[in-house]
């Protein structure tokens, strides 16, 4: 049976923008904050499994065959993702994942809802492949999406509609290990367990929040993975 929840993020063809603008100690957050991820997705990732302490898994045992590519947020504190949001941000049947994944990282900072769908669209404007159009359905990098963050701002979920530079962000720094993740994220249950969760953008057909293990988030970044955290506007 043909899996109907979409993906949509797509390898940049070089690493360059992770190798020109890593993260390092000199300009790392000084507060935790958020950082949203494009990686290869496995079958394995479909089907959270859950503990007998509440918590969704996945990225345990055989990850089975990559189903292509999509993008998820990492919160820097769980509880700051707000039920609400986690209605919202939804792709339904779109490859929209990398406006959903930016968008919410967005969120998360500023307390404010973002139109993924917009991001997406001006994200596939400015990629670097010719089969990306506003209005189609194919998918884009995380490296797009921010480059249209830090050049057009962002556009509130409101009636106007408008995109406003003062929405978007000065800056982006690629994370490239897990000790880079926890530096940003800053949180001591994540260690603790070992693990990293994530917010995903298929609404309520899928589980809020679901932990990932360490190794498994390490062999993705080895995957060509983007892992984004942003400066934003004062």
């Given at each position: 049976?043909?899996?109907?929840?979409?993906?949509?993020?797509?390898?940049?063809?070089?690493?360059?923008?992770?190798?020109?603008?890593?993260?390092?100690?000199?300009?790392?957050?000084?507060?935790?904050?958020?950082?949203?991820?494009?990686?290869?997705?496995?079958?394995?990732?479909?089907?959270p499994v859950?503990?007998?302490?509440?918590?969704?898994?996945?990225?345990?045992?055989?990850?089975?065959?990559?189903?292509?590519?999509?993008?998820?947020?990492?919160?820097?504190?769980?509880?700051?993702?707000?039920?609400?949001?986690?209605?919202?941000?939804?792709?339904?049947?779109?490859?929209?994942?990398?406006?959903?994944?930016?968008?919410?990282?967005?969120?998360?900072?500023?307390?404010?809802?973002?139109?993924?769908?917009?991001?997406?669209?001006?994200?596939?404007?400015?990629?670097?492949?010719?089969?990306?159009?506003?209005?189609?359905n194919n998918?884009?990098?995380?490296?797009?999406?921010?480059?249209?963050?830090?050049?057009?701002?962002?556009?509130?979920?409101?009636?106007?509609?408008?995109?406003?530079?003062g929405e978007?962000?000065?800056?982006?720094?690629?994370?490239?290990?897990?000790?880079?993740?926890?530096?940003?994220?800053?949180?001591?249950?994540?260690?603790?367990?070992?693990?990293?969760?994530?917010?995903?953008?298929?609404?309520?057909?899928?589980?809020?929040?679901?932990?990932?293990?360490?190794?498994?988030?390490?062999?993705?970044?080895?995957?060509?993975?983007?892992?984004?955290?942003?400066?934003?506007?004062?």
């Amino acid at each position: 049976m043909e899996n109907v929840n979409p993906l949509g993020r797509r390898k940049p063809t070089t690493d360059e923008h992770i190798r020109k603008h890593p993260l390092l100690l000199s300009n790392a957050p000084s507060k935790p904050v958020p950082v949203a991820t494009g990686t290869n997705w496995y079958t394995n990732f479909d089907t959270p499994v859950q503990d007998k302490d509440g918590k969704w898994w996945v990225g345990r045992g055989n990850l089975g065959t990559i189903r292509g590519g999509h993008c998820v947020c990492m919160p820097h504190r769980i509880k700051l993702d707000l039920k609400a949001w986690y209605a919202y941000y939804n792709q339904l049947k779109e490859g929209a994942c990398v406006g959903m994944g930016c968008s919410r990282m967005m969120s998360l900072l500023n307390r404010k809802r973002y139109d993924a769908f917009w991001l997406w669209n001006e994200a596939k404007k400015i990629d670097e492949w010719s089969d990306t159009n506003a209005g189609d359905n194919n998918g884009t990098s995380v490296r797009a999406a921010m480059d249209v963050l830090r050049m057009q701002g962002h556009v509130k979920r409101t009636k106007t509609r408008i995109a406003k530079i003062g929405e978007g962000i000065e800056a982006n720094k690629w994370a490239t290990n897990i000790d880079d993740l926890f530096s940003v994220l800053q949180n001591d249950t994540y260690k603790k367990l070992g693990a990293i969760p994530f917010l995903n953008s298929w609404g309520e057909t899928y589980p809020q929040v679901v932990w990932m293990p360490c190794e498994t988030w390490d062999r993705l970044i080895k995957e060509d993975g983007e892992m984004t955290l942003i400066v934003d506007r004062p």
